[in-house]
């Protein structure tokens, strides 16, 4: 992927998104040469084939030298290239404050927001992912008799991204493409990769069959074997497991990898479900929500233009509470027309049987039928279908903002029509490092590379090929490297070295648009319409990508050499 084609490059600037396609025009020009190359040498291949029966001007040897000689002039000529338009190319970055779109969406149509609460209103700092570890590891030492020496081990901020899936039956964490193929070195056992040999061994082809393959949710279950993490409330876990495997392996104990994941899985669920997460973070809050990506200002905005809102959350209500005030202010609830806390997501957008009950300040339950839902009280779980019977938002109309792709949006999009947004943080840092210097030169020689590499393969002579090889040796030597840009165990959230990851596959599905934060709404006005940019088909023109179709070539006439 060449940074102006990546997905999040087609907000850039005006200026320089026309920069950026002048150089994109040459880089035209340059696979022109290549494709020409490419006609030319097997041009002279044939021209030496008929002369060899008749003479020994063109011996075998002296063909392969001359092929690649001009191999690797159209090596450098590409290389060159490449160089010359770096310091433009880099100029032209990504805003990481823009939304981008899957799907085409105009604000014009959206009358009624919707927001959760946890990542997309509220965002959390690293300590409570420490916390989660911490108390989480301790359970498991105190109720579930797990070795005292696992207190030695400490959450690891950078080990793993979202995104990831777990083997339940090998104990393996690792990375899955769109594709459902294993990325080769983002296979770990406990701390430590596997080996590329053995993960092949184990994964036929490095291929992960549908039925193995997590649910719909990305849950595990008694067929399926893998589970995926997709919510950023599950690093902590991802650490926990890899912790504990690590732990018994070098100590050489026997264990069973099905019950240390159930377990692991019961004590990150006892950090929430028994509020001890939620007691920690409202007894020193300034600690735990860096910051509120000026959520205040955002639901001010919505406000102010007329527009309704709502927050559907599975936290309690005290928390949620203690946090808004934090964020917004202790008149938040008159931003939102309706409250629902303790919502039990994704069963609430599925589950027509549980009714709404309302909360009253102090927490209490209380009794009465719920024939409306009005401003300014709280109510808890209910379910989707009364929520749309009550309130009459449907459609497209609607837009709701989440951070879990299934849990928060899949439904939605998928059932009842509703537009959604996809919150995801680490968008702003990955973005940053798109922009780098390192990252654009890398991807954008990477890139030429590989069109060379495309081009060039058809010439089955010993010498071509060997310069092709080496060619392709030196592309695998880069592919780490870009990887440990972003991450050095897994890489890219969005990408295994060129395919989309299985967590793309999904955003792309379920969000009609993505951002690193609400925040990014008040970059536009209630007018503006998203439009993805489109991308070409395998078998479409590129319309000026700096790309040539397949099948596009055409043979050259004699008097088109590219070496006179």
Known sequence: ??????????????????????????????????????????????????????????????????????????????????????????????????????NEMSLRDTEVYGFDYDYTLAFYSRQLHTLIFNIARDILISKQRYPEGLRDYEYIP??????????????????????????????????????????????????VPLEIMSDFYGKSSHSHSMKQFMDIFSLPEM????????????????????????????????????GIMYRAVEADIGKYICYGEQSHAVLKKLSEHGKKMFLITNSPFDFVDRGM???????WRDLFDVVIVQAEKPGFFNDKRKPFRRVTDKGALLWDRIHKLDKGQIYKQGNLYEFLR??????????????????????????????????????????????????????????????LIEQMQVHRDPASQAVVEEWLREREAMRPHTKQMFNPQFGSLFRTYHNPTYFSRRLSRFADVYMASVSCLLNYDFQHTFFPRRTPLQHESPFGQGQTPVGSERRPRESESLFK
């Not at 495997?245 to 990898?257: A, L, S, V």
Request: proline letters at 3%; glycine letters at 6%.
């Open 325 to 331: 005030n934090y964020i917004v202010g202790t008149d």
């Open 239 to 274: 650490n926990l497991l890899s912790c504990v495997n690590d732990f018994f392996m070098k100590h050489n104990i026997d264990y069973e990898p099905v019950h240390l994941y159930k377990d692991v899985k019961e004590a990150i669920r006892d950090v929430h479900v028994k």
């Open 1 to 102: 992927m060449a940074p102006w084609s990546a997905p999040l490059s087609r907000l850039l600037t005006q200026g320089k998104a026309s920069l950026l396609c002048r150089h994109v025009l040459k880089a035209s020009h340059r696979f022109d040469w290549v494709s020409r190359g490419r006609s030319e040498l097997l041009f002279r291949q044939r021209m030496c084939a008929r002369s060899h029966g008749a003479s020994s001007v063109c011996s075998s040897s002296s063909s392969s030298s001359s092929s690649a000689e001009t191999l690797w002039s159209l090596y450098n000529h590409t290389k060159k290239h490449t160089q010359d338009v770096m310091p433009s190319i880099s100029s032209a970055s990504v805003d990481p404050d823009s939304i981008f779109a899957n």
């Open 158 to 207: 950078n080990f793993a991204v979202r995104g990831l899936h777990y083997d339940v039956q090998k104990a393996l964490l690792m990375k899955i493409d769109a594709f459902h193929y294993i990325q080769l070195g983002t296979v770990y056992r406990g701390l430590d990769p596997v080996p590329d040999e053995e993960v092949i061994a184990m994964y036929d082809s490095c291929h």
């Open 390 to 451: 009550l309130t009459g938002w449907r459609g497209s109309k609607v837009l709701y903002f989440g951070d879990h792709i299934y849990s928060d949006l899949a439904d939605l999009t998928l059932k009842h029509g509703w537009r959604t947004g996809a919150i995801i943080p680490e968008l702003r840092k990955e973005i940053k490092i798109m922009n780098t210097e390192e990252y654009v030169h890398t991807m954008s020689w990477m890139q030429a590379l590989t069109g």
